[in-house]
């Protein structure tokens, strides 16, 4: 089975580890949503929060090039870090694949893509991480 790199962030909702929903929290006492765990909302710090999925696409709002990554970064370097904007309001950091440098444009619709990643060297050691891609 597969396993979310961050049971809190990303929910599998399939059995090969391609499908899943990005988490966020709502506050019923604002309106306002975050991605990812939270006690309080940033906004009015109510903590009436309430766990909700959050759409699988929005529009870039910024990306960057990365030519040094973290370390243990498993992928090809440099990558596109990018930040889409979800309708729901909060701003998800991920890699952008299949997106030549030239082709990014901020405001361009994104969707969700699942892959899953594992350290070279230790067994055992697969996840399933998120990353964007343009929408077609
Ligand atoms: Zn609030």
Redesign the pocket.
């Known amino acids: 089975m597969p396993v979310s790199v961050d049971e809190k962030c990303l929910r599998l909702t399939g059995d090969d580890g391609t499908s899943g929903t990005l988490l966020g929290m709502r506050?019923t006492?604002?309106?306002?949503v975050v991605f990812g765990p939270a006690t309080f909302?940033q906004?009015?710090s109510?903590p009436a929060l309430e766990e909700i999925e959050l759409a699988t696409g929005g529009v870039l709002y910024s990306y960057t090039i990365v030519r040094v990554p973290p370390p243990g970064w498993p992928g090809p370097v440099p990558y596109v870090l990018g930040e889409v904007e979800l309708p729901e309001g909060p701003h998800v950091l991920a890699e952008v694949i299949e997106c030549t440098h030239d082709a990014l444009q901020v405001g361009m619709p994104m969707t969700l893509a699942l892959q899953p990643v594992s350290m070279p060297d230790v067994p055992g050691s697969e996840r399933v991480v998120y990353k964007w891609r343009p929408a077609m």
């Open positions: 506050c006492e604002c309106g306002i909302c906004s009015c109510s």
